[in-house]
C-alpha cells in the first residue's frame, strides 16, 4: 500500500512515461532539448497546468451533466506554444489521482456527480371552489336560446329547499298548493298573504342558487292593480322572492304590467288554474275545446307582451302547449302539458311519493317515501316499547 502522495507520484510517472519519444501513443510529444533541470521544472510546470484544466474540463462536465445523463468527454490541451497536449485518459487519471484530495475539499467530480434529476413539482394549492351561479331572468331567457329544459319543483320549507337546491333544481315555487299538501286543505283558496310570507321566507333562507318564485294567493292581486303591487312588494321585501307568480290570462295583464314596472319579475300560469276551481268545475284538463285552445293562446301572447319572464301550462293537451312553446321567447313550464314544453314541474311530495292516495295521470313517483318514512317510523316504535333503543352510545356519562 502507498501513502496518499506516494500513490499521486507513481501515477504521475506512469503519466509522464505515456508522453516519452518512445510511447507509441498518438498523443507523444517531442522530448525537449533542454537540460534535465528545466526538464524537470517544465514537468512540474505541465503537472500543475493539466490538473488545473482538468478541474475546469470536469467542472464543465458536472454542469453538463445536469441537463443530460451522459456526461459530455473534452479533449483537454495545453497552451499552444508549448505545442503539448494531453489525451482524456490523462485527464481522467489526474482526476482520479486527485480525487481523495479533493473529496476532503468537498470538490464534486465527473464520476461522482449524480444522475440527472427532475426538479421537484410542487403542487399548487387547490383552487377555492366556484360559488354556484345563481339562476336570474336572464338565465331562464338563455336556456330558452339553447334549447335547455328548465327544472321546478315546489318546496315549502328551508331543509327540502336546500335539497332541492343542491340537487341542481333551477326554479324553487313555493306554491299556494301547501294549502292542500301542508295544511290538508282540499284546495288552495283559504291560503294566506302572511302565510305564503313566512313559507317563501323559510325556503329562501335554504336557497343559494335557484330562483325562489312566490304564489301570489287568492284574492291578494285580483282587485286591482295596487293591490297586486302591495302584495307581491311584501312577498319580495318580507319573504324573499326572487320573483312572483299568479293566475289568469288577459283579465290580469294590468297587474302584471304594474308589477313589471317596479321591478318585480312575474311568471304566469295558464289552463288549470287551481284558484278558479269552482269555475272551471274542479280539476279538469283545459284547452281541449276549440275556443278554450283560441283563448288560451292569446292570453300567451298577452302574458308575453305585458312582460311576464315564464309562463306555467298546466293540465292542457300537449299538442296546445307545444304550439304555445313555439310561439314564445320566454320559457313555458308544463305541468301535465307534454314535453314540448321548455320547462317541467312537479309537487315535491307527489314526485317523491308521499301521498300514494293521489297519483293523477301527469304525476311519477321517483321514490316511495311513504313506504320508507312509515317502516322507520315503526321501527323506532317497536325498539322504544322494547326498551332497545337509546342503547349506551346514545346516552350521556
Do not use: W
Amino acid at each position: 500500500m502507498y501513502g496518499r502522495h506516494g500513490l499521486i507520484e507513481e501515477k504521475e510517472q506512469q503519466s509522464l512515461a505515456l508522453h516519452s519519444p518512445t510511447s507509441h501513443s498518438s498523443d507523444a510529444f517531442v522530448a525537449s532539448p533542454h537540460p534535465p533541470n528545466a526538464q524537470a521544472e517544465m514537468r512540474s510546470e505541465m503537472r500543475s497546468e493539466i490538473r488545473a484544466e482538468t478541474r475546469v474540463g470536469l467542472k464543465t462536465n458536472v454542469q453538463s451533466s445536469a441537463t443530460h445523463s451522459i456526461p459530455t468527454l473534452r479533449v483537454l490541451h495545453t497552451p499552444s506554444s508549448q505545442r503539448r497536449s494531453t489525451s482524456l485518459r490523462e485527464g481522467a487519471a489526474l482526476a482520479r489521482m486527485e480525487a481523495p484530495e479533493a473529496e476532503d475539499q468537498g470538490v464534486l467530480h465527473a464520476e461522482h456527480a449524480p444522475q440527472t434529476e427532475r426538479p421537484l413539482s410542487i403542487p399548487r394549492p387547490a383552487e377555492p371552489a366556484k360559488k354556484p351561479r345563481k339562476i336570474t331572468v336572464r338565465t331562464l331567457r338563455e336556456m330558452k336560446q339553447r334549447g335547455e329544459k328548465l327544472t321546478m319543483l315546489t318546496a315549502y320549507d328551508a331543509t327540502f329547499a336546500r335539497l332541492l337546491d343542491e340537487a341542481g333544481i333551477e326554479m324553487l315555487l313555493v306554491g299556494d298548493s301547501l294549502g292542500m299538501v301542508v295544511q290538508g286543505q282540499e284546495n288552495t283558496l283559504s291560503v294566506t298573504l302572511e302565510e305564503m310570507i313566512y313559507h317563501t321566507r323559510c325556503v329562501a333562507r335554504g336557497t343559494k342558487r335557484a330562483m325562489v318564485v312566490g304564489d301570489l294567493p287568492f284574492m291578494s292581486y285580483q282587485i286591482s292593480p295596487a293591490q297586486a303591487l302591495e302584495s307581491a312588494g311584501r312577498l319580495v321585501k318580507e319573504g324573499g322572492a326572487h320573483a312572483v307568480k299568479l293566475e289568469g290570462g288577459e283579465e290580469v295583464v294590468p297587474q302584471i304590467a304594474a308589477l313589471v314596472r317596479a321591478g318585480i319579475p312575474v311568471v304566469g300560469h295558464l289552463g288549470l288554474t287551481p284558484q278558479s276551481v269552482h269555475a272551471m268545475g274542479g280539476f279538469v284538463v283545459q284547452g281541449r275545446a276549440p275556443e278554450q285552445a283560441q283563448a288560451i293562446k292569446r292570453s300567451a301572447i298577452a302574458l308575453q307582451e305585458a312582460g311576464v319572464c315564464s309562463i306555467v301550462l298546466e293540465g292542457i293537451p300537449a299538442a296546445l302547449a307545444s304550439e304555445i312553446t313555439a310561439s314564445l321567447s320566454i320559457p313555458t313550464i308544463g305541468i301535465g302539458a307534454g314535453v314540448e314544453c321548455d320547462g317541467q314541474v312537479l309537487v315535491i311530495y307527489d314526485l317523491l311519493g308521499m301521498s300514494p292516495d293521489f297519483k293523477p295521470r301527469f304525476v311519477k313517483h321517483y321514490a316511495d317515501l311513504f313506504t320508507s318514512i312509515s317502516e322507520a317510523v315503526q321501527t323506532y316504535r317497536d325498539e322504544v316499547k322494547q326498551a332497545e333503543f337509546p342503547r349506551s352510545e346514545h346516552s350521556f356519562f
